[in-house]
């Protein structure tokens, strides 16, 4: 028994931790994809990029000696730039286009290209280092956590807090909900629609920036970073189901515990394939997602 509860507490507890952080991050990505598509119904394939633009954002303001809370502030806002030029020029024209999904799904890949080779052009193709705010390990019942990855699970769970509450339980998020089930009707209560969605879509690209920002310290900063993370975030929306809130969190934290956990005992590659089979059965067994109803709701 002894043998078995250190194995718990030095082996296992410490990536089951490690999984509650990267999952957090992940949700953070996932989230604007889900509110992005929760009201505009569209998929954003640049949305990884975004994640990288917010990273190197960060990696630029460090080397201009902002520090890393300066770059807290204004990568993500610098990324939520780049979302609204892209909604105003890119989506905005394509309303009323028919195949208007198709056009932008077609739109996002191409912008997502245009991104990752503008980063590769201005600050090369080698991964770049960010150094932590802050050092040290915090003992967490003998399990040693890094106190920046705490810091990170922090801020991430008050951020997903603070979204999950405007949406539910302000006048903004009955607003954006009410755009989103009818927006005819909403248009015609005097609220101005087109902003509601740009709005929105920028919320989503700002979150994707604080996560490039916030994992930057913790994973090398390089231009295909976005492509691999967008992949996690996709499945977490697609499981908990597409537009929901409750479901994108939870989706996003079983994923990160089952390729975290699971790395254990077999190959990092494989765990990450465990990833997309769980993926599969969640839609062989429930297509809409885990909260599939609850999102259109």
Not at 141 to 151: D, E, K
Not at 219 to 229: A, C, E, H, L, N
Not at 264 to 278: D, M, Q, R, Y
Request: with cysteine.
């Amino acid at each position: 028994m002894d043998d078995i509860g250190t194995y718990l507490q030095f082996v296992v507890a410490p990536q089951v931790v490690d999984g509650l952080m990267i999952g957090m991050a992940i949700v953070l990505v996932a989230l604007g994809l889900t509110l992005i598509f929760g009201l505009l119904e569209v998929i954003n394939m640049a949305h990884g990029e975004l994640y990288m633009a917010g990273a190197y954002a960060a990696l630029t303001a460090a080397s201009v000696g902002l520090g890393f809370w300066g770059s807290l502030i204004l990568a993500p806002i610098f990324v939520a730039l780049i979302g609204l030029i892209i909604e105003r020029m890119g989506f905005r024209p394509l309303q009323a286009r028919p195949h208007r999904a198709i056009l932008t799904i077609l739109l996002t890949f191409g912008i997502s290209l245009m991104l990752r080779d503008a980063a590769r052009a201005i600050w090369g193709p080698d991964p770049h280092g960010i150094a932590p705010p802050i050092t040290g390990v915090f003992n967490l019942g003998g399990v040693l956590i890094p106190n920046y990855r705490l810091m990170v699970l922090v801020i991430a769970t008050l951020l997903v807090i603070t979204v999950w509450y405007v949406l539910q339980r302000t006048i903004v998020g009955a607003i954006v909900r009410a755009a989103a089930y009818d927006q005819q009707m909403t248009a015609t209560l005097g609220i101005p629609v087109g902003w509601v969605y740009s709005g929105t879509f920028v919320v989503g690209c700002l979150l994707a920036g604080t996560a490039g920002v916030l994992l930057a310290p913790i994973y090398s900063v390089f231009p295909t970073m976005g492509r691999d993370f967008m992949l996690l975030a996709f499945a977490a929306v697609i499981v908990g189901g597409m537009g929901s809130v409750p479901g994108t969190v939870i989706g996003g934290l079983l994923l990160a515990q089952i390729q975290s956990v699971t790395s254990i005992w077999i190959p990092p590659v494989w765990a990450e394939t465990l990833v997309f089979i769980t993926m599969l059965v969640v839609l062989t067994i429930k297509p809409d997602g885990l909260f599939g109803k609850l999102g259109r709701r």
